[in-house]
Structure formats: C-alpha cells, structure tokens
C-alpha cells in the first residue's frame, strides 16, 4: 500500500518521500490509519518491520506546532533503541519542526535536564531515566496525547513492568496508547487491559515475522570447534557486513578479541562499555569502517544497519524470540540474507523450539575445510588487490617495483605479496573460556533429537527469575545487564582438544 493512501498531511509525505521510503509495511499500512482515527493499538511485530513508522508518522502529523509542552512519550527497553527512535523521529518530523529529546541510563543527567528546558513535544526514553526525571520534577506529563511502548516483551524480560506502570499513572487519564511486542505474554496482556481502552490487535503473520529473504542455516559443532568453525565460514562466505551473536558480555569480549587477532576488522558492544564507546563503535559498523560486529542481544536491540549480510548466532539464544529479533537485522528492504545458528549436542532442543516458532526447518551446514577456507581467503586477497590496481596512485612505487623484478620472479613476488595481505584463519591459535551450557531438557525424541517439540520454551522458570534478577540492578540504566552469567570454574574447559599447542593465542578473561 502507498502511503498517500493511509491519510497523511503533505508536509508528512515529503518526509516519507525524502526518507526514501516507498510502499507502507504491513505494520504500517494496518496501524497508521487506526492511530490517525485516535484508537489504542497493541501491534505484534518484531523490531526491524518498520514500526518506528507506524507510530511516528502519525504522532507528527497530530502534534500541536503552538503548544509548549511534551505531547507523546516514548518507552523503548535500551539505549541503542531510544537514540535511534529519537534520530528516525526527528528525520521524520523535520518538515514540521518537531522537537524531539532522548533520556537514557548511564549519561550525564545534568546535561539532559538543561535540554528538557527546552520543552520537546516528543520525549523518547529508557524506563529508568524516565522515571527519574518524573520524580525530580524535570519532567511533566500532564498534556501528553500519545504514549508508545516499543518492544514491550523486551522490557518485560529485563524488569521493567513497574517501572512503566509507575511512568502511566503520570500520564492523564485521556491518551492513546500503543503498545508493539514481538510476542505477547499475560504481563503485557495485562499492561494492555489495565492502561488501554479497547485496544486494536494488529497482528504480522509468523511468515511475515520470519523474513521469507532470510536463508537460514545451522552447523553443529562442540563447543571448542566454534570459533574456528566460525572463522572458515566468514572466509568462505565473505560477508559485506556481520553481526556475530554472543550470549553473555564476556564471550562478546573474548570473540571479538580473537577475530582481530586473526586480523579481521571486528568490535563488540555490550553493556558494560562506556556509551561514547558503544556509539563510536556503532557509528563505524553504520558507515562501513568495520566488517564485522559482535554483539550481545540486549546492546543490539533495534539496531537498524543497511547492508548486513550474515548474521552468525555464536551461542543459540535460550529464548526463541531473541533469534527472530537476531536474523531480523540481515534480509532488510527487500534484499537478501544469510543466518548460521551454531549448536552443540545437547542444544538441539533449542534449534527444534526455534524452528517451531518460525515454522522454518533452519539447513544444516557442512562445515568448510581448512582448504576451502584458504581459497577464500585467496579470494578476498586478489579482490582487494584489484580493488588496491583499480584505485591507482602506484606510481611512486614503480622503480622499487622494478628492481624488485629484476631480483626475482614475478609469480615469486606476487606469492609474496598474497601470503602478507591474505588472513590465515588457522595461523593464531585462539582459546575461548567456555561457557556454561543451557539447561537441558529432554523431550519425548531426547535432547539431540532435531523432532523434539515438547522443549520447554526459554529454559525452566528458575533460571528466568536469575535472568530477571540480574536485571533488575540495572534498571535504572537503561537496561544495560546483558545476562552475564560467567559459569563456573569447571565449566571451563580447554577449547583445543591438540594439547600442547606452542604460541598459543590465549584469550583471559578481564
């Protein structure tokens, strides 16, 4: 559908226009004209489905441009998500001069209070920070219209319920809300019944939800095998841009140690680096300045980059949900992409719970040889040579060039030449600290059996209290806990099984 079909102002579609969007997503198209009517809409649909839109291009176009006061709220679960709504907004509403803040856990308050001076009509924020400055008096709510609840399982998962419940009962009694989720468990239904008046369900079609333009594949692999594993498939496949998927910050830490030991041009994000260096790192991946990006669910929320290429799921996530927000960052505006979810033995279970809630059966991958991968390393070596001929300026190199000739022979120099600039993925040897495994269920086909649908979604009840009590000291933060849970000292055992290795590149733990 057009978007001069869903009944927004010109001054809105010279945005969209500008933008460079063209034809509304289905969230879009079903949501923006019940949001422009004033109803309540609850939309199921995972982040990267253009619902940033949905309830933004309406809640531009009802703004009041004389009123000086905050009139929509927006609740995103992390930092990244909040930054990037606020941006996304202000690109929107640009041709209508709205003004739209950003307050998030773990950067300077002062510095945010002095800008909400300024009265902004759009307030985005992390639900900690949000509720600070409403119990400083920094902020009021009292003429807000609109309020959004952005990836509302997200929050729930990371302790927030209270916290939104208590920013709510700030806002007047007369407002629309919005809430968007990519699932709906009985703790959302519940903020739905108790602050919404008879909500609209917008619901996307799992098939829409799974990303038809995703080839998605898995490798089974031991533990120990995984990163060098890894490390061949991105040689072979060469992506444009990578996310690679670790499930806690220290394995975040130690992948991304261990691929730029072997020279490749990767940096991790998680909640334990400063915010000026989680966006740096972001703002490089975004521009092209890194190839590969390693990440933890929580830092890579609603992160929204053109041109991903692959995603590499390290560790398979415990929830099922966290995969489809996981692949959602490749297949985007119509291109393609490609997932490798790597799974131990006894994780199978978890790849048959995954498959049920996407209603895809995932490929299993061959694993390339150490051959395969090197002749994709010569590829990737005589691509850039090319691309080193094609940009010239090699001029000044000619007479060393020469002399050099007259030494040796050319295939000689060339070999040379490839052996400096080719990665050799099995050169430095790489040591990752294991991690303690997800607890095992056994269905009615075992825990290795690919059929076993009876898994019991997201791991048992006592180890998602951990994961919510983890969080919860974080909440005030903007949700920077990333489920670290370090395991045990037995637990870690040696990833080379060869023994004895000399030079061995060794990854400690800070």
Same mark, same amino acid.
């Given at each position: 559908?057009? %978007? ?16 460079? %969007? ?137 302790? %927030? ?350």
């Amino acid at each position: 559908m057009k %978007f001069d079909q869903l009944g927004l102002s010109e001054p809105i579609l010279k945005a969209i226009k500008r933008a460079g %969007f063209e034809e509304a997503t289905p969230i879009q198209s079903e949501t923006i004209p019940l949001v422009l009517e004033g109803k309540d809409v609850i939309g199921q649909a995972q982040t990267g489905t253009g619902k940033t839109a949905a309830f933004g291009l309406p809640m531009l176009q009802k703004l009041d441009k004389n009123a000086r006061s905050v009139q929509a709220l927006v609740i995103s679960p992390t930092r990244e998500l909040a930054i990037q709504t606020q941006e996304e907004l202000f690109r929107l509403g640009r041709d209508e001069k709205a003004k739209v803040q950003v307050v998030y856990g773990g950067a300077d308050i002062s510095r945010q209070i002095r800008a909400l001076k300024q009265v902004p009509a759009i307030l985005v924020g992390t639900p900690g920070r949000l509720l600070d400055h409403i119990k400083r008096g920094t902020v009021k709510l009292n003429e807000v219209h609109t309020v959004v609840l952005d990836e509302a399982d997200e929050m729930l998962d990371m302790g %927030f319920v209270e916290d939104i419940e208590s920013i709510l009962k700030n806002v007047p009694n007369e407002h629309q809300t919005l809430l968007f989720s990519a699932t709906m468990p009985k703790p959302i239904q519940r903020i739905g019944e108790k602050f919404m008046q008879d909500p609209v369900v917008v619901k996307i079609k799992t098939k829409e939800l799974t990303a038809d333009l995703i080839d998605q594949y898995f490798v089974r692999a031991k533990e120990f095998e995984k990163f060098d594993v890894m490390t061949r498939l991105i040689d072979v496949q060469d992506p444009d841009l990578a996310i690679v998927f670790g499930r806690t910050k220290r394995r975040v830490d130690e992948v991304t140690r261990g691929l730029q030991a072997r020279g490749y041009n990767a940096e991790g994000i998680h909640g334990d680096l400063s915010q000026q260096k989680r966006m740096s790192v972001l703002k490089q991946f975004k521009a092209g300045k890194l190839d590969i990006l390693v990440a933890t669910d929580v830092a890579a929320r609603g992160l929204d980059v053109s041109g991903v290429s692959h995603v590499y799921n390290f560790d398979i996530p415990q929830d099922p949900e966290s995969y489809v927000h996981r692949i959602g960052r490749t297949g985007r505006a119509g291109n393609s992409g490609m997932s490798v979810t790597f799974v131990t033995p006894n994780e199978m279970g978890y790849l048959s719970t995954i498959e049920s809630l996407t209603n895809k059966k995932m490929t299993p991958l061959r694993p390339p040889s150490d051959s395969e991968a090197f002749k994709g390393q010569l590829t990737a070596a005589t691509t850039q040579i090319d691309k080193m001929i094609t940009d010239g300026e090699l001029d000044k190199y000619n007479d060393a060039a020469e002399k050099l000739l007259e030494q040796y022979e050319a295939v000689d120099l060339v070999s040379a030449f490839l052996k400096e600039i080719a990665k050799d993925s099995s050169s430095v040897p790489v040591k990752l600290t294991s991690e303690r495994p997800l607890p095992f269920r056994r269905g009615n086909g075992g825990g290795g059996n690919r059929g076993n649908r009876n898994f019991k979604r997201g791991g048992d009840r006592n180890d998602r209290r951990r994961r919510q009590s983890n969080t919860q000291n974080d909440r005030r933060n903007g949700g920077r806990n990333d489920n670290n849970s370090r395991g045990n000292s037995s637990d870690r055992r040696r990833s080379d099984n060869k023994g004895g290795a000399r030079h061995e590149f060794v990854i400690k733990k800070k």
